[in-house]
């Protein structure tokens, strides 16, 4: 199975200001005969079920803020907040779906500053 | 706007059965691979089967492979999942989720809200 590690497990951030939450996968979910990157991220909030919110690592979810961006390949990913608001405090998931069984990262809890 | 509807979810005791039901409409469902997906209360979010739009094909994480199996209607545009032998560890929230047109190695586009499944004594 594909371990997904994330971190920090959580984060404070102020209004404002960048978040950054890391994702590393066990194996790379790269694959190359189209070059795409079978990564996505998901926000959750309490009582919630999940949000897709990036998938093939960058593209955005349609609705999702431009706020809002994934970067990285391989094994090494990133989803960034680039000015947290108010709304974004949640808990992140990166997850695979290079293969079956599907896994997700533990979670990063994001609170405000 | 799609909408996932699961439902089923009890109190069961150990070793009991139960079977989940999600209701999907506004999209074309026989269209979608589908997923179910379970997340322990305050823990992380766990893959548990997928299956392909004419239910030819599934799959399973191993842990659950035997005691779960999954299944769909495409003329009630329904997703089930068959719980056997269920043990304390598979309380859980149970989703429903869409995946793709195009293959299983899809992400999870659209969510139900979920329905609470509680194995207990």
């Known amino acids: 199975d594909i371990v997904m590690t994330q971190s920090p497990d959580s984060l404070a951030v102020s209004l404002g200001e960048r978040a950054t939450i890391n994702c590393k996968s066990s194996?790379?979910?790269?694959?190359?005969?189209?070059?795409?990157?079978?990564l996505a991220w998901y926000q959750q909030k309490p009582r919630q079920p999940p949000k897709l919110l990036i998938y093939?690592?960058?593209t955005r979810e349609s609705g999702v803020p431009d706020r809002f961006s994934g970067s990285g390949s391989g094994t090494d990913f990133t989803l960034t907040i680039s000015s947290l608001q108010a709304e974004d405090v949640a808990v992140y998931y990166c997850?695979?779906?290079?293969?079956?069984?599907?896994?997700f990262g533990q979670g990063t809890k994001l609170e405000i500053k | 706007e799609v909408q996932l509807v699961e439902s089923g979810g009890d109190l069961v005791q150990p070793g009991g059965s139960l079977r989940l039901s999600c209701a999907a409409s506004?999209?074309?469902?026989?269209?979608?691979?589908m997923s179910w997906v379970r997340q322990a209360p305050g823990k992380g979010l766990e893959w548990v089967a997928n299956?392909?739009?004419?239910?030819?094909?599934?799959y399973y994480v191993d842990s659950l492979k035997g005691r779960f199996t999954i299944s769909r209607d495409n003329t009630k545009n329904s997703l089930y999942l068959q719980m056997n032998s269920l043990r304390a560890e598979d309380t859980a929230v149970y989703y429903c989720?869409?995946?793709?047109?195009?293959?299983?190695?899809?992400?999870?586009?659209?969510w139900g809200l979920g329905t609470l499944v509680t194995v207990s004594s």
């Open positions: 989720a869409i995946q793709g047109t195009t293959s299983a190695y899809t992400p999870f586009h659209d």
């Open positions: 506004a999209f074309i469902f026989s269209n979608y691979w």
């Open positions: 299956m392909k739009q004419d239910g030819s094909v599934e």
């Open positions: 194996q790379s979910v790269l694959y190359n005969s189209n070059k795409k990157n079978y």
């Open positions: 093939w690592a960058s």
């Open positions: 997850q695979q779906y290079y293969g079956t069984p599907f896994t």
